[in-house]
Structures are given as C-alpha cells and as structure tokens.
C-alpha cells in the first residue's frame, strides 16, 4: 500500500494513540490519523471526511464505543471498525462483533493489533468489491429490465413448465391481464388459438432440441382476455439450461388488414397490375393479368417483363424502362404483350419507380387492356373509309348505269331490225357483258348500300337450301358441301337478295381458295347475346343467329387478313377478283346490325363466322312478290319523258314510240313543269328520272300535283336514299322503277299505271 492509511481515531489517551500508530508504522502501515474524542468531534468527522479504518476505545469520558459503532454503521458501513480497548468484557466484544465491528484488540495483547487490522482491511476490499459487482450486476439489471419494458413488443419468459414467469407491460397489454394474474399463475398455451396449438407445441420442442440462443419465428393467433384472434409474429429463443424461453411478440393485426386491403383491391382491380424488379424481373401480378394475356400468373413470375413484348415495342419499351427508373414520369405507353394463343394484346402501361431512401427497389406497373378499344377504333376507322368509298362507288354505279341502260336499249332495237344470225349472236353476247355489268353495279350499290333493300323475317336455313343445288351445278364437281343447319334457328329480319349474295360471295370466295376441291361447310346455329359479346362487346340483341362458312382451301396470311373487307382490295388476277365481295358480305353484315369475324391462316383454310340478330316476334311476314313474263302490249296515249341524259332520253322515247306512244321529252325538271302547265290535258302519263338537275324527279312530280291532282307518274333511279323512300311511300307513290331497267320492264310498268282506274 503506498498511500497512507487514514485512521478515524477515538481516544481520549494520546499516549495510547501514538502508540498503536507506532506498532502500525513498525509493521510498514504509514499512518494518517485524525484522533477524536467527543461525539460530536467523531460524528463531524465521519461526516466531512473519507477514512480507511476506525480504531475505537472502548469507554472514554464523555463517549462510548458502542454508540461510537452505531454511528460508524449507520454513516459509513463500508468503513472497518476495530476496538483498541483496555476494559471490554467478552459480552460486549461478541455484541459488538454482531453489531458490524470487525475486531477488537485488548491493549494489553497489541501484538494481535496487525493481523486484526489486516484482516479487517482485507474484508473491507473484499466487502467494497462486492459491493462494486452487485451496483454493476443491479445497473445491467435495470438496464435490461428496461430494455424489456421499453421495447414495444410484448416479451415474456416461459418457463421450462410452460409456465409465465416474467411479461412486459406490452405483453400484458396485449393479453388484457395484469402483471399479477399471469406472471406464474399462466401458461403460455393459453394465449395460444386452440387450431394453432399443434404447431406451437412442434416448434417449441424444435426449438428445445436445439442449442441456447437460437432463435425461431412462428406466426400464430394469439387470445387474450378478449378473445378476439390477434394475428402476431413470435421470436422464441432458449436462453437457459432448464429451458426456459423467451418470446417475444409483434401484433401485426393491423398490418395483415391494410396488406390485405391493398391485395384485395390489386386482386380486384380491373387493369393489370405488377411489380418488377431493378432489372425488370416479374416479382409479382395480378388475376387481371391471366385474363389479359391467357397464361397462368406463375408461368412469368421471375421472368424477364421484356420477354412478354412484341419484338417492334421492344426498343421503346427498353428505353421506357430505363426512363422511369431513373426517376422519369412518363404518360401511358401502348405496349403489345404477347398472349398465350400467340396473338398480341394492346396494353396502355403506366410504369412508376419504386423508391426508398434513395435506391431504386423496382417497378410498378398497371395495363390496362385496350385490345378491344383499339379493334373498335380500327373498325371505325375502316368503317368511315367504307362510308366514303361507298359514296364514290354509288356515284360511279348512278353513271355506269346510264350507260347500260343506253346499251341495252339500243341493243333491242337492233335486234328488232335485223335477222342475221351472226348478227344476233354478237348481240347476244353484248347482252350477256352488260348484264354482268348489271350485276356489277348491283355489288357496288349493295356495298355502298345504296339499293332499295326489302328487309323480312327471312329462314337463313331456307336461303341456304335454296342456293346450294344451284353452287353445286355451277362449282367443279371436286368441290363438296357439308351443311350443319340447326333446324330450330330463329329468323331473321334481312334482305332476301342481300343475304343471298352474302352467301354466294362466300362460297365463290371459298371456291376460289380451293382450286384442288376441298371441303365447304355451311353451319347454322342460335347463340346467346353473351356469346357473342365475348367478341364484340357492343353486342346488344338478345338473340343472334349465327352463320359459319368454312373452306378447307389455301387460307390467308396476315396481310390478306388485314384487308380483306376493303372495297376492291383482290389478291385475284386482273379480270378474276373484283374485290368487292367481302365488302358486300361486310356491308350486308353491318346494315343488319350484324358481326363478321374471320379465323384463317395460311393452307389452313378459311372460317368466317357471321352473327345476325334474331327478328323480334313483331317483324312479321312480307310475301314475296314475283313477276311473271308476259308479252306486253303498246298503247297510243301521250308519255312525258323526263331524262337529264340525252342518249338514254333518245332511247326511251324511241322505244316507247315503237309500241305506239306519243312522247313529249323533257331535259331536267323545270322544263318539264313548264311543259306540263300548258299541256297537261293531253299527258297521260309523266315517266321522269328522280336524280335530276336543279329540281328532282320526285318535286317535280308533286308539282304537277297541283296542277293535275290525278296527274299518274313512274319514277326511275338507279338508287334511292332511304329518307326519300319513306317520304314518297308515306304520299302514297309507288310506281318506282330500278336502273337499268330493260326495255320490257318500261313497257310493263307504263302499261300497268295507264291501265289502273
Ligand atoms: P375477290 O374475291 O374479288 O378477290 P373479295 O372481297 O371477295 O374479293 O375477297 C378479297 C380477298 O380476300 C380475296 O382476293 C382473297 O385473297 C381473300 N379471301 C377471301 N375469302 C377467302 C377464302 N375463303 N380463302 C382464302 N382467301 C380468301
Ligand atoms: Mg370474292
């Protein structure tokens, strides 16, 4: 010991004092001894200052030793007292060894004075010592104890009985029991749901089987006072031989709703949505997705997001990919994604990144399905050009007309005047071009919708029936029909020409697809309005029909498929396609409020399928109303010819003359009326074209009205528009005669208005 020791002294003898100092420093103890003899000297002493030891006499004249102990004790407990005495009795020296002394020394047996003093300074330390590992050993435990309290999860210790031996207030918070009720008074178990016991009791002897400090995890419901299932993440780890446990445990109720929120509303949405990696890996994708691209969910889940991209997209998309991931907010993209069946769905993609604390986590992504969208806008599209080219056509066809008519015209009257054979052969032949032209013309105006079309309750089945004996007369004998006609398909309301020559346009389309023969199959069926909304949602009948025409012949290739309905588009040679078949059918299709789709692919064959409404009960029965041939008689009343195109006028008038009439002609309306003002009493009979110059065909007829109000008319035209019919038919008007007409139709029609009362 190098410092000297400091001595609390009470001793009224300084003799006595000195010497006991002295035997200490003899021993090599150097001495620092403050001597006392009062109380109050050793009180004020204990008080203010630090002290080694304290010697004490044992009875001095104003004091006493034991009281002087009683002090030391109560002020300093840690400081070792001896008693140097000459008088004290055995009683009191075990008294006082029992009230805290740690020796006492007769003054007569100094010599025991080092070794008491020794052994009390090194039951000091020892005591001091202690005294610093306990302080250490109770701040950890606070330390700990707080750890405990203060994290918020709900921790408990769980004895190897399975008893609760210690909780935190999270703990019994969760549980709504007080410290008291569980802490040994519980087990574990029972805050444990009955169906997750098993479990539970699986991973705890897991976890016993292995070694101290191991931690496992394990989700369960927890039930506490309340019984409501709390849905809680657990860590158990064995901290001790004897196994006991620690748990700790996060109720994660909360989370798991609002997770579960956002899953059902990412299940239910109905765009797709997912989340890709940084490096565009598929972490994960809704049900959407499935229906969208037709593949299961977990078929992409870790696959590359570019994989799924049409080849044309890529790049863009690649680009679009690296923008938004750093930090780019871009508009919606249209990106095509490959489907299972190996067509593509139009996909408008908003990508967002994914960001935390600086570092790019992934993406987002929602598509929206715009296939459909994008097909009704092609539709439109093709629709709106059809409407134009339509009207182009039916301007063309009005003409081409004209002109026929003007042929055939004269034709009959060559034919009157000569008899030579060859002659009448070449005529014939004549005859047949302009029909063909004729019939020319009636494609373009159906197409362009522009001829009078006589929509009834029509059997398809009966249409069909009708037309294949007359297909399989005229088609090679290699080709062969098969019919699948469903004998209960509902009528529809349609045009009987018009649906005649949807069928025979599909068919010859057919035949020309299979110049080796081959198989055509006609089906009929009735369909659900939900079927057929599957495929065009716009749908809206109740009722379709359904007609399909498949062939077995050469089949199309992208390009053909994507013009096929357009008007004049052939993949025919000059003089074999005209192209406008399939706009015919299409037109057809549509006025019927119908829906066409085609499925075909290169030799393997065609399949158009047709969808018509079914007519309701109220569109009853129209007859069909044929006209027999019959010999027609002239006449010699007086006819005034309104015509705007002279060859033709000059035909008519020539051949109404040959049959005996008088004609009055007439270049536009106007001059008619004029005509008519001053002559009307000799007219019998006003035939005039409705497509007339300034004043139409139909205006000028009203006019004469009112003139002559039995004033009788034919109008002729090479199309009518629908507005225009139901006005004349509404005035009650219907002697109207189609362009071009033949010579015997004319005769026919003014025979029988001239002839009517
Ligand atoms: P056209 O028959 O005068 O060429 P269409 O409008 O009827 O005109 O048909 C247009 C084109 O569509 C045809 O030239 C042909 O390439 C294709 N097509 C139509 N139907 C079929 C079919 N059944 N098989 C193969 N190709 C077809
Ligand atoms: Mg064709």
């Known amino acids: 010991m190098n410092s000297s020791l400091t001595i609390l002294y009470l001793e009224d003898s300084v003799h006595d004092a000195e010497l006991v100092c002295s035997i200490l420093e003899n021993e090599g103890l150097r001495c620092a001894v403050t001597r006392v003899e009062t109380e109050k000297e050793f009180l004020n002493a204990l008080r203010t200052r630090q002290f080694d030891l304290i010697i004490s006499d044992f009875s001095l004249p104003s004091f006493d030793g034991k009281t002087a102990l009683t002090y030391a004790q109560q002020f300093a407990p840690e400081i070792p007292f001896v008693f140097v005495s000459g008088t004290i009795g055995e009683d009191a020296a075990i008294e006082s060894l029992l009230n805290g002394a740690s020796d006492y020394v007769l003054k007569q047996k100094l010599s025991r004075l080092i070794p008491a003093v020794r052994r009390a300074l090194r039951e000091a330390d020892t005591h001091r010592e202690r005294e610093v590992a306990e302080q250490r050993l109770r701040e950890s435990e606070n330390r700990y104890r707080t750890i405990f309290e203060s994290t918020g999860t709900a921790m408990a210790l769980v004895e190897d009985n399975g008893n609760i031996s210690l909780t935190n207030s999270v703990f019994q918070a969760l549980g709504g029991y007080s410290k008291d009720e569980i802490e040994g008074k519980m087990r574990f178990r029972e805050f444990i749901h009955p169906d997750d016991l098993n479990k539970a009791i699986g991973l705890y002897n897991q976890v016993k089987g292995e070694g101290i400090a191991t931690t496992r995890e394990f989700d369960f419901r927890f039930i506490g006072r309340d019984h409501v299932p709390k849905d809680v993440v657990m860590n158990v780890s064995r901290i001790s031989e004897a196994g006991t446990l620690v748990v700790s445990i996060l109720d994660i109720t909360k989370r798991l709703e609002s997770e579960q929120e956002f899953r059902s509303l990412v299940e239910s949405a109905h765009d ?45 998309t690649i680009e679009d990919l690296r923008l938004v991931a750093s930090g780019y907010i871009l508009a919606p993209q249209e990106i095509h994604i490959k489907r299972k069946d190996g067509s593509y769905a139009v996909g408008e993609f908003t990508l967002t990144a994914l960001v ?294 000059e035909l008519v008038r020539s051949l109404l003359e040959d049959k005996g009439y008088r004609v009055i002609t007439a270049v536009d309306g106007e001059e008619a009326i004029a005509i008519y003002a001053s002559r009307h009493r000799h007219i019998h009979l006003i035939l005039s074209d409705i497509g007339l110059p300034k004043l139409n065909g139909w205006d000028v007829f009203l006019k004469m009205r009112q003139i002559n109000p039995a004033a009788r008319a034919i109008l002729a035209s090479g199309y009518v528009d629908n507005k225009m019919k139901e006005t004349m038919a509404a005035a009650g008007m219907t002697d109207i005669i189609q362009k071009p007409y033949a010579p015997n139709e004319i005769f026919e029609k003014v025979r029988g208005v001239l002839d009517r009362e």
């Open 272 to 316: 797709a949505i997912f989340s890709l990696s940084p490096s565009g890996i598929i972490t994960s994708l809704n049900p959407v997705f499935e229906t969208m691209t037709g593949w299961a969910m977990n078929a992409w889940l870790g696959k590359s997001f570019t994989d799924l991209v049409h080849k044309d997209d890529l790049p863009k």
């Open 356 to 649: 935390r604390n600086n570092v790019l986590r992934g993406m987002f992504g929602i598509a929206r399905d715009v296939t459909e969208r994008k097909r009704l806008e092609q539709e439109l599209r093709q629709a709106s050009k059809l409407e134009s080219i339509g009207t182009l056509a039916g301007g063309i066809a009005h003409d081409f007309n004209n002109i026929l008519g003007i042929i055939l015209g004269y034709i009959s009257i060559i034919e009157n005047s000569k008899d030579d054979e060859h002659f009448q052969h070449s005529l014939a032949s004549i005859n047949t071009a302009v029909r063909r032209g004729a019939g020319l013309v009636k494609q373009l105006l159906t197409f362009a919708r522009k001829t009078e079309s006589k929509c009834m309750r029509l059997h398809v089945n009966d249409v069909i029936k009708e037309l294949i004996p007359f297909l399989q007369e005229t088609f090679p004998k290699t080709i062969l029909f098969k019919l699948h006609l469903d004998n209960e398909v509902l009528p529809v309301n349609a045009d009987m020409n018009q649906m005649h020559q949807v069928l025979l346009n599909l068919c010859v389309n057919a035949r020309d697809a299979m110049p080796a023969g081959g198989e055509v199959t006609i089906e009929t069926a009735n369909v659900e309005k939900e079927t057929v909304q599957q495929q065009f949602p716009e749908a809206a009948e109740d009722r379709y029909i359904y007609i399909g025409v498949s062939d077995t012949g050469i089949g199309m290739d992208d390009d053909t498929l994507a013009h096929l309905f357009e008007p004049f588009f052939t993949t025919k040679g000059i003089g074999k396609g005209t192209g406008l078949g399939l706009s015919v059918v299409y037109g057809v299709v549509k006025s019927c409020n119908g829906f066409i789709r085609v499925t075909s692919a290169p030799a393997k064959g065609t399949s158009f399928h047709l969808y018509f409404p079914a007519a309701t009960a109220e569109e009853t029965a129209e007859s069909e109303i044929t006209a027999a041939w019959k010999e027609i008689p002239g006449g010699s009343e007086t006819i005034l010819l309104v015509e705007d195109e002279e060859a033709l006028r």
